[in-house]
C-alpha cells in the first residue's frame, strides 16, 4: 500500500507542470490566428496599446504561476517567450488571470466577448506601468466601453 501511494504521489508531482505547459503550448498556437486578425483591430487601440512589453502571469489549476513575456508591435505578437518569476522585463503592461480564463477565451465563438467579460468581472487584471501607460490605458478602456454600449464591439 505504501509504495503505491509513493508511487501515485510521484506521478501527480510530474504531471503537476503539465497543467502550465498546456495553457502557454495552446498560447502559442493561436499567436498566428491573433496575428491574421489583428488588422481588424481599430487603429485607435493600436496606436495606443500596440506597441507593448507585457508580463502575463497565469495561476495554473493546480496553484502554480506561470509567467510569460509577450512583446507586440502595432499590435502584432512578435515575440513570446515563457520567463522565470524573478526575470525583470521591463513590462508596460502587467496581466495576470487564471488557467480556466485563458482556455475560455481560447475556445470561445467569441473570444473578445469572452475577454470582456472576464475583464469586467475581475477574472483579468490588466496594470499599466508608468503614468503616461496609466493614461492611454484608461483612455483606450474608456472608448472601448463606449463603443461596447453603442454596439460597435
Known amino acids: 500500500m505504501k509504495k503505491q501511494v509513493i508511487i501515485l504521489i510521484v506521478l501527480l508531482s510530474m504531471l503537476m507542470p503539465v497543467a502550465g505547459a498546456d495553457v502557454v503550448n495552446d498560447l502559442e498556437l493561436k499567436i498566428n490566428d491573433y496575428n491574421e486578425n489583428t488588422d481588424h483591430v481599430p487603429s485607435f487601440l493600436k496606436s495606443l496599446l500596440g506597441d507593448e512589453v507585457i508580463k502575463l502571469v497565469i495561476t ?16 502584432y505578437i512578435i515575440s513570446f517567450e515563457e520567463i522565470d518569476a524573478t526575470t525583470g522585463i521591463e513590462e508596460t503592461i502587467s496581466i495576470r488571470t487564471d488557467e480556466t480564463t485563458v482556455q475560455n477565451i481560447l475556445g470561445s465563438d467569441d473570444p473578445l466577448g469572452t475577454f ?38
Open 60 to 75: 495554473t489549476d493546480n496553484g502554480q504561476e506561470t509567467y510569460l513575456k509577450v512583446v507586440t508591435e502595432n499590435a
Open 116 to 153: 470582456l467579460d472576464a475583464k469586467d468581472s475581475g477574472k483579468i487584471v490588466i496594470k499599466p506601468v508608468g503614468f503616461m501607460k496609466s493614461i492611454a490605458f484608461t483612455l483606450a478602456s474608456t472608448v472601448l466601453k463606449l463603443s461596447q454600449m453603442l454596439g460597435f464591439v
